[in-house]
C-alpha cells in the first residue's frame, strides 16, 4: 500500500484458477476493522481470473510501527452439488483446503517526494470539461493515470539521485555547494502537470 493514508489507498489482488475445475475461494484478514474487500468470497471458473479490491482505510501511519497485518486467501475445488456456500466452508475437511499468506506493505514517499503526491491529489480533483463533476468511470481512469506518473516520477527520482551521488564522488566532493539546482523531477512534475491541464481542462 503506497502512502500517504490520509485517503482510502486501494491494492487489487488478482486471482487465478488453473486448475480444470471451479474454485471456490475466501479472503481473510487480521485486522478486518482496517480494510474493506470486495468481494471477499466468490467462485472462480476454470482458466478464469478475479480480481480482488482491498481498501485500506485511512489512518495515522507511524515509520517506526512494523506492520502486522496479514491476509489469507483460502481456496477449495467447488462440490459439483453445492448450494450453500457458507454451509460449504463450515464443513470443509481442513485436508481439501489450500491457503495463500501474503504480508501488508506500507511504503511512505520520501519527504522529497511530498509534493509529487499532492500534484496528484490535485490531478484527482480536476474537473473534466463540460462536466460538473467526474463520475467514478473518469475518475478511476484519471486516478489510474495519476498512479503510472507519479511511479515514473519516483522512478525518476531515484535514477537522479544515483547520478547526483556519482557525480559527487567523482569529483570527491562530500557535500553540495552553492545555490542549488531546481531538480529533474520537479522539472517532469512541471511537463505532467502541464500534460494534464492540457488534456482535463481545456
Given at each position: 500500500f503506497l502512502g500517504p493514508?490520509?485517503?482510502?489507498?486501494?491494492?487489487?489482488?488478482?486471482?487465478?484458477?488453473?486448475?480444470?475445475?471451479?474454485?471456490?475461494?475466501?479472503?481473510?484478514?487480521?485486522?478486518?476493522r482496517r480494510y474493506c474487500v470486495r468481494p471477499n468470497s466468490g467462485i472462480i471458473d476454470p482458466g478464469a481470473t478475479v480480481t480482488v479490491s482491498?481498501?485500506?482505510?485511512?489512518?495515522?501511519?507511524?515509520?517506526?510501527?512494523k506492520s502486522k497485518h496479514k491476509f489469507m486467501v483460502q481456496t477449495i475445488f467447488?462440490?459439483?452439488?453445492?448450494?450453500?456456500?457458507?454451509?460449504?466452508w463450515k464443513?470443509?475437511?481442513?485436508d481439501d483446503l489450500m491457503d495463500s499468506k501474503l504480508k501488508c506493505v506500507f511504503d511512505m514517499p520520501h519527504e522529497h517526494e511530498k509534493p509529487t503526491h499532492e500534484t496528484t491529489k490535485l490531478f484527482a480533483a480536476l474537473p473534466v470539461k463540460g462536466s460538473s463533476s467526474m463520475d467514478d468511470t473518469?475518475?478511476?481512469?484519471?486516478?489510474?493515470e495519476c498512479k503510472k506518473?507519479?511511479?515514473e516520477i519516483i522512478k525518476l527520482s531515484d535514477e537522479n539521485q544515483l547520478l547526483k551521488d556519482e557525480r559527487r564522488k567523482s569529483r570527491g566532493i562530500v557535500k553540495e555547494q552553492g545555490s542549488p539546482i531546481p531538480s529533474l523531477?520537479?522539472?517532469?512534475?512541471?511537463i505532467f502537470i502541464g500534460f494534464f491541464l492540457g488534456k482535463f481542462i481545456l
Open positions: 493514508f490520509t485517503d482510502v489507498v486501494t491494492t487489487n489482488l488478482k486471482l487465478r484458477n488453473p486448475s480444470d475445475k471451479k474454485v471456490c475461494f475466501k479472503v481473510k484478514t487480521t485486522a478486518p482491498v481498501m485500506l482505510q485511512p489512518f495515522d501511519y507511524d515509520p517506526n510501527e467447488a462440490p459439483s452439488n453445492m448450494s450453500d456456500m457458507e454451509a460449504m464443513e470443509a475437511k481442513p473518469e475518475t478511476r481512469k484519471l486516478v489510474e506518473l507519479q511511479s523531477v520537479v522539472v517532469i512534475a512541471a
